[in-house]
Structures are given as structure tokens and as C-alpha cells.
């Protein structure tokens, strides 16, 4: 089963900064959270993964609490484009970290 | 990031018939890769680990007679589904496992298998 907690669905105005939250409560202290995105009948996209502390790249930024117990990936500025199936996912790195999907959060970026 | 390819990217076949699905790296050694199959409006299911120059480590439920797994190389993996049937209609995903010091999985573009 998934480790992890995410709302079905959630709207975004387009240009606005969309936040998706994750909730990890049994994140142990070597597994990464992960973040993928599916946009329909495409292969999941990697987006952003971080261990302890707060990450940012061209896409996004991560968000981790202190407790690494809940985390929140930020899209600045989200397009119409953005529309997709975003999945946090905690697990171990490389070889071992098998990724279990959760049913993840439907975002839809509204004009 | 990594590029993976799939091929083929859809297939139709008769019940009983087998398919072979390929999945390339295109531009990093994949020691391992990982296979997954996604129903509609489901979300995706890991089917088995692929390691090259071993045996495939299948999950629980998944048949590893039916879903054959051969990791030869370490850019190729391949998933041949012998003798499909309906309930084998599906969208198969591989990933692999970029080691570097991130160790990120990427994704293919998906094989759409339609059983008829």
C-alpha cells in the first residue's frame, strides 16, 4: 500500500501558484519523498524528490516539515499545461526504492 | 533526466497470441528497470523488477510464467506477454534507475495493450 495521503482533487487559476500537499506520517529516516506527475496516457514525469530539506528546481519546489511528516510541492505559476495526476511517493533511493503509487491528486489548471 | 523509450508505443492482438514490449535506455546504462501496468482510471501497479543479467523479482499476484521478463543488456528490457487475453488489456510502463547521485527513476512513454 502507498505510505502516503493526498487530496483526489484540486483546481488552480492559471498564472496563480499551485500548492499539492502530502501526508507521510510513516516516512522512515532514509526514504526520499518523491513527486511524479501523469499527464493523461503519458508515462509519469519526474518532477522533484527531496530527504530533509527544501528543494527547488526549473519545475518546482519542495517543501518538507520538519518531522518529515507531510511535505508540499509548489508550482509557481501554473499552466493550462500543469493539468495532470500528481503522485507523492515515499522510498527508499536507487536500486531498492521501489515506487509505490497512491491514486495521487488530479490537478486542474483553470483558465 | 534520463530518456526512455518504449516500443511499441500501442498494439492490438488476438486472445492466445503473445507480445513482446521493449524499453530503452537511450542514453544511460540501466542496471536495473522497473515494469508497471496501469488499468484505466487506476493508478500504477509495480508488476516486477528487472535486473540485467539476472532474474526478474516479480510482486505479489503477478505471474511470472505469463509476464516474462529478459534484461539482457544494459539499455534493453523486455516484458513478453504470453498467450494475452482480455483481462491483460492494460498500459505498461517501464522505468529505470538513473545512478547517479540522486538514483531517480524515469519513465517511458507507455505501451498500450489491447487484447481483443
Known amino acids: 500500500d502507498a505510505k502516503t495521503t493526498q487530496p483526489p482533487s484540486m483546481d488552480c487559476a492559471e498564472g496563480r501558484a499551485a500548492n499539492l500537499p502530502c501526508n507521510h506520517s510513516?516516512?522512515?529516516?532514509?526514504?526520499?519523498v518523491y513527486w511524479y506527475r501523469q499527464i493523461h496516457s503519458q508515462g509519469p514525469q519526474y518532477i522533484i524528490h527531496?530527504?530533509?530539506n527544501n528543494e527547488t528546481n526549473e519545475m518546482a519546489s519542495l517543501i518538507i516539515t520538519e518531522d518529515r511528516k507531510s511535505s508540499t510541492l509548489i508550482l509557481p505559476h501554473a499552466t493550462l499545461r500543469d493539468t495532470a495526476v500528481y503522485y507523492c511517493?515515499?522510498?527508499?533511493?536507487?536500486?531498492?526504492?521501489?515506487?509505490?503509487f497512491g491514486q495521487g491528486t488530479t490537478l486542474q489548471v483553470k483558465p | 533526466g534520463a530518456v526512455v523509450s518504449q516500443h511499441p508505443s500501442w498494439v492490438i492482438c488476438k486472445s492466445g497470441t503473445s507480445v513482446k514490449i521493449e524499453c530503452r535506455s537511450l542514453d544511460f546504462q540501466a542496471t536495473t528497470m522497473f515494469w508497471y501496468r496501469q488499468f484505466p482510471k487506476q493508478s500504477l501497479m509495480l508488476m516486477a523488477t528487472?535486473?540485467?543479467?539476472?532474474?526478474?523479482?516479480?510482486e505479489q499476484g503477478v505471474e511470472k510464467d505469463k509476464f516474462l521478463i529478459n534484461h539482457a543488456s544494459l539499455t534493453l528490457s523486455t516484458l513478453t506477454v504470453t498467450s494475452a487475453h482480455p483481462e491483460d488489456s492494460s498500459f505498461y510502463i517501464c522505468s529505470e534507475v538513473v545512478e547517479t547521485s540522486t538514483d531517480t527513476q524515469y519513465f517511458g512513454p507507455g505501451t498500450r495493450l489491447t487484447v481483443l
Open positions: 510513516t516516512i522512515s529516516g532514509n526514504e526520499y
Open positions: 527531496g530527504l530533509k
Open positions: 528487472s535486473n540485467e543479467g539476472s532474474k526478474a523479482t516479480y
Open positions: 511517493i515515499v522510498a527508499f533511493g536507487g536500486n531498492t526504492g521501489k515506487l509505490i
